[in-house]
């Protein structure tokens, strides 16, 4: 069993390591981005990674206020699913429209998952970054493109 403090400090190693891993690498638009805290641009639409002692977690989180307007990005984010699916390379996202996150505030949630990791064991990390780096990239790479779209809604 780790300690608060010890699982606090392993998570921290964790996302600095992620963050000098992914440093070098440019947005699709050419531009230095911060990869851990990815900035949409679009208040209430972002991007987010999370790990644990026994899985990993990729995900678009709408996070709205105003749950039409949640629900109309969502809407949005499905008429633009090809799209992302191209860009992902990949179809087997969990979409979830208006659930209830763990502070009892509504969401809507695209995620993929990576089970059988840990992230509290260095030897895990390997398996974690190479999660993460293709498909935040590939997130990026979507969102160059998208994002202009979600200015109008």
């Given at each position: 069993m780790y300690s608060r403090q010890?699982?606090?400090k392993l998570k921290q190693e964790f996302w600095t390591a992620f963050g000098k891993y992914m440093k070098p690498v440019l947005s699709?638009?050419?531009e230095a981005v911060s990869w851990i805290n990815y900035k949409t641009g679009i208040s209430g639409?972002?991007?987010k990674m999370d790990a644990d002692n026994k899985?990993?977690?990729?995900?678009?989180v709408l996070s709205q206020p105003d749950i039409a307007l949640q629900q109309g990005h969502y809407q949005h984010f499905q008429q633009l699913k090809n799209m992302?699916?191209?860009?992902l390379g990949e179809d087997d996202w969990s979409w979830q429209e208006g659930i209830t996150d763990e502070y009892g505030k509504v969401i809507s949630v695209i995620s993929k998952q990576q089970t059988g990791v840990n992230i509290l064991r260095n030897e895990d990390w390997?398996?974690?970054i190479s999660?993460?780096?293709?498909?935040?990239?590939a997130l990026d790479e979507f969102w160059s493109m998208a994002k202009y779209s979600f200015e109008s809604l």
């Open positions: 010890e699982v606090s699709a638009d050419g639409i972002g991007f899985q990993a977690t990729i995900a678009i992302l699916v191209e860009a390997p398996a974690v999660f993460f780096k293709p498909r935040i990239i």
